[in-house]
């Protein structure tokens, strides 16, 4: 047990020393490593943004169905029970005429004319379900059931989904869900840069020290012995890396919220944002830690097996 520790010891010293003798060929790829792990933990941020971005304003989405005055409390109710039992449906409230004039004299409370003209006729407002979505993707579904020839048969006017609002709901859905795979993308392809810019930083080290490694070999050295420092030297660039665009990262949330004294860009609330990156400070950097110190030793033990064709043992 004594030897391997003292092993592991010097596998971990050399990596080190090894490390700052490279330290040239470390920036580069370190410099690729931060900009990868940067766009990881940009897109972990801004999708838990965007997330409870579309929560909130699901939340104040509802789908309006107008009823007729002829509709039967049967017909109704029947209706109600059907549409509580989508998938998609988060909740259904029921306005009757009386209680629907009552929202809208007090959403026109300012409007003397208004509410003048109002209460000068008898109520001209249908009695209304109100609908609320789970999933702004999904509300095609909400919108199929209404559209059959029995429900539209109950209703005074087409829901409240429709027209510029719907455009509008749309729109903002497929803004997010381009973002994600976007961002999804593009650290894919920067993992994959990086990765290949570390295997071949790990080669050039490995040609600078191939005399060296010829000794080792000669006096018996195991393959675990051989490759570990270069192993241990792609692990540093991962922490290091990770460490930097977390404060990036944090830089970045605080010029933005403070310096610019912005709340939102966008779709992304700067606020929320921020919040989410203090409340999982330690979270992200684990993250951002493990993923470095994966892409690190995955690609210098990929690099070592291919260019120093190691014998098993």
């Not at 009823?67 to 059907?82: C, S």
């Not at 209304?128 to 999933?135: N, Y």
């Amino acid at each position: 047990m004594k030897r391997r520790l003292i092993t592991f010891w010097r596998i971990i010293n050399t990596g080190v020393v090894n490390f700052m003798r490279n330290i040239s060929l470390a920036v580069a790829a370190m410099a690729v490593m931060v900009v990868t792990l940067t766009i990881v933990l940009f897109s972990v941020v801004t999708n838990a943004t965007f997330v409870n971005t579309i929560t909130q304003i699901t939340n104040k989405i509802d789908i309006s169905v107008y009823l007729n005055d002829n509709a039967t409390p049967a017909q109704t109710d029947e209706l109600l029970k059907n549409l509580k039992a989508l998938p998609n449906v988060k909740s259904v409230s029921y306005l009757s005429k009386d209680a629907a004039l009552k929202k809208y004299i007090a959403q026109n409370a300012g409007n003397l004319q208004l509410l003048t003209a109002i209460n000068a006729t008898s109520n001209p407002l249908p009695a209304t379900i109100l609908i609320k979505p789970v999933d702004l993707n999904r509300i095609g579904e909400i919108k199929s059931f209404l559209s059959k020839p029995s429900v539209v048969a109950l209703q005074s006017d087409q829901p409240s989904y429709s027209g510029d609002r719907k455009q509008a709901i749309d729109n903002i859905t497929h803004a997010t869900n381009v973002l994600r795979r976007i961002g999804v993308v593009t650290v894919m392809v920067f993992a994959l840069i990086c990765a290949l810019i570390i295997f071949n930083t790990i080669q050039m080290a490995i040609f600078n020290r191939r005399d060296e490694i010829q000794i080792m070999r000669l006096l018996g050295a195991s393959t675990t012995y051989i490759r570990g420092p270069f192993v241990v030297e792609s692990i540093i660039y991962g922490i290091l890396s990770a460490v930097i665009s977390v404060l990036i990262i944090n830089s970045a949330f605080v010029a933005t919220s403070s310096a610019l004294q912005a709340s939102s860009l966008g779709l992304l609330d700067i606020n929320y944002a921020n919040a989410y990156f203090d409340q999982h400070f330690w979270q992200l950097l684990g993250i951002q830690l493990a993923i470095g110190i994966i892409l690190g030793a995955v690609s210098a033990t990929i690099a070592t097996h291919r260019y120093l064709k190691f014998k098993t043992k």
